[in-house]
């Protein structure tokens, strides 16, 4: 079975400055697919950036980068020019390639943008 | 397209009672799930079904039955309601198969507590 461990329960930005938030996962597959979610005081789980196990290009998707470092089996997020709008619970999320469409997720951590 | 529909939004129940969250998606996705979080922690996976007629346990599926005689609506039944079932259920739908990524499109959530 797969895990997926956030160590930051919670973390705090200046408002238009950077935030790296951290994922672990352990698993003993090689195909496989990785996520961050996240989910606003509304309730809405929102996607916010996947990254394919198979690719070494780290996904980009505007403000959010991923650094997706497969040896050591970590996937961390990269939030730039912080938004009020970005604060929010981030959820690391871990789909094997052989277990259909099912998601393993990490506890949360939860963001404040301070302005 | 109103996406992953959830109802109710908001419920309590008193222990032993039992109820149906109902959970529509018109996106034609064959892969549906059921998940439940609970304070502090990520998404748990309860029930999943990728078909019609085709359902399978998740991580944690004691308390709960599921059923899928439609493509469009997969509901989840409490039989005999428990305070450890007070939790936040979402509904989740997706295209089934593993040779892409298939994004998993989320409900709005329904809360229920059980006294």
């Known amino acids: 079975a797969q895990t997926v461990t956030q160590s930051q329960p919670e973390m705090s930005v200046q408002e238009a400055e950077t935030v790296t938030l951290s994922c672990t996962y352990d698993?003993?597959?090689?195909?496989?697919?990785l996520f961050w979610y996240k989910q606003p005081p509304s309730r809405q789980m929102i996607l916010v950036i996947r990254?394919?196990?198979?690719?070494?290009q780290n996904a980009t998707e505007n403000r959010f980068s991923v650094n997706f470092q497969k040896a050591a089996k970590s996937f961390s997020l990269k939030i730039s020019d912080s938004q009020l709008g970005d604060t929010a619970m981030y959820f690391c999320?871990?789909?094997?390639?052989?277990?259909?469409?099912?998601?393993?997720f990490g506890g949360g951590t939860r963001l404040m943008v301070k302005p | 397209n109103a996406g992953v529909t959830q109802t109710p939004k908001f419920q309590v129940l008193k222990t032993g009672q039992s109820m149906t969250l109902q959970c529509a998606q018109d996106?034609?996705?064959?892969?549906m799930s059921w998940y439940r979080q609970d304070p502090g922690m990520g998404l748990r996976l309860i029930h999943y079904?990728?078909?019609?007629?085709?359902?399978d346990q998740g991580e944690v599926p004691n308390g709960y039955n599921v059923s899928r005689s439609t493509t469009e609506d997969f509901p989840l039944r409490l039989l005999s309601a428990a305070p450890s079932q007070t939790s936040v259920y979402f509904c989740?739908?997706?295209?089934?198969?593993?040779?892409?990524?298939?994004?998993?499109?989320f409900g709005p959530g329904t809360r229920l507590t059980v006294l």
């Open positions: 079904s990728v078909g019609a007629g085709i359902t």
């Open positions: 999320a871990f789909m094997s390639n052989n277990a259909g469409n099912m998601l393993t």
């Open positions: 989740a739908s997706s295209f089934a198969g593993t040779a892409s990524i298939n994004e998993q499109f």
């Open positions: 996106m034609n996705h064959e892969y």
């Open positions: 990254q394919e196990a198979y690719k070494q």
């Open positions: 698993t003993s597959e090689n195909n496989y697919y």
